[in-house]
């Protein structure tokens, strides 16, 4: 049986690990030395209330044992972190969405606190099929689906699964800057650091020098001011903890293979209503190609943030909110 674990406390069986978590009135979030994982403890909004509390939770899938967070009541909604991103990525919209949801944000298998098999295949349908065991084991039948960066890409290839199996288990898809087949930012990049002497180079720089990561980090935004003061010490706890780098050198060794198979998934979900999110400012994935992929779809919104990088949900966290519950849910939070 699932029971509450209160802060600080170690539980011998993961699997059955839930995080009690502790609102405040600050939107900041606080990163407790004592706790397990720091990034478990989620804040309301100033002044709001949400209904329920993120809890910290794991599931044992057939690949590899995965962490998530759950919140809130309601239609269920699925978050996809990006590449080198984890649950900790959407901890200023997950207040924020509980209030009109149950909203689930997964570490996939290998990246985040969640651990993988050895050998699995890190590939974008292989991801994608995931989601779906999870779904499955959280007896959800329906759900909306949001994925950042490469987990907006693998939200297309679950969507463009859903279409084809005629389930129509994905209502809606809403992608932030997600990778794409028109984008040129790793092109190139992304297969050399999959290939052997990528990896090699890879492996002996990036992934042990830590005085590179607040590098990479400020890259990710448009502007170094707005990087959240716990972002840095937050992105660093699945590298240090878990080897999470690896899950990302593993992702990209199947990178062409997979844009290739994004190019056809995407007409097969045509139909699906979609709401494209992306900062001008975007040097991960190209932000010239958000119109491209919005020509994709039938019923698609476009909202840009001006100035903002590849993590508006981090840089703008209020804007992103307000466009993303304007969008699901019909309500003005300005």
């Not at 069986?13 to 995080?19: N, T």
């Not at 288990?169 to 052997?196: C, T």
């Not at 001011?225 to 050198?249: F, H, M």
Request: aromatic share 10%.
């Amino acid at each position: 049986m699932l029971r509450p674990k209160k802060v600080g406390e170690r539980n011998a069986a993961p699997q059955e690990r839930i995080g009690d978590t502790t609102y405040n009135s600050s939107t900041s979030i606080l990163l407790p030395t004592k706790t397990q994982h720091p990034e478990e403890k989620f804040t309301c909004e100033s002044g709001r209330s949400i209904n329920g509390c993120a809890e910290e939770r794991w599931l044992d899938l057939p690949d590899g044992r995965m962490r998530y967070l759950k919140a809130g009541s309601g239609p269920a909604l699925i978050l996809i972190h990006g590449l080198l991103g984890y649950s900790f990525s959407w901890r200023f919209a997950m207040p924020a969405l509980a209030r009109h949801a149950t909203v689930y944000a997964i570490d996939n298998l290998g990246a985040g606190l969640s651990t993988a098999s050895k050998g699995i295949d890190y590939g974008i349908r292989a991801t994608a099929r995931r989601v779906f065991q999870f779904a499955d084991a959280m007896g959800i039948q329906q759900f909306d689906l949001l994925g950042s960066s490469h987990g907006g890409g693998v939200a297309i290839m679950a969507a463009a699964m859903s279409e084809q199996e005629k389930s129509s288990r994905v209502r809606r898809l809403i992608l932030v800057a997600p990778v794409n087949p028109w984008s040129s930012h790793g092109k190139q990049l992304a297969p050399f650091i999959g290939g052997a002497m990528g990896s090699f180079i890879f492996q002996h720089t990036v992934a042990q020098w830590r005085s590179l990561d607040y590098l990479w980090l400020s890259r990710m935004f448009g502007d170094i001011t707005k990087i959240p003061p716990d972002s840095l010490q937050g992105y660093r706890i699945p590298v240090l903890e878990n080897n999470a780098l690896d899950y990302g050198s593993q992702v990209v060794k199947s990178w062409t293979a997979d844009m290739a198979a994004l190019e056809t998934a995407l007409p097969k979900i045509r139909d699906i209503r979609t709401l494209l999110m992306w900062g001008t400012k975007d040097r991960a994935v190209a932000f010239r190609s958000a119109e491209r992929l919005r020509r994709n779809f039938r019923d698609a919104r476009l909202v840009t943030f001006e100035g903002v990088g590849h993590l508006p949900y981090e840089e703008a966290s209020e804007e992103f909110n307000s466009a993303l519950i304007d969008f699901l849910y019909g309500v003005s939070t300005s």
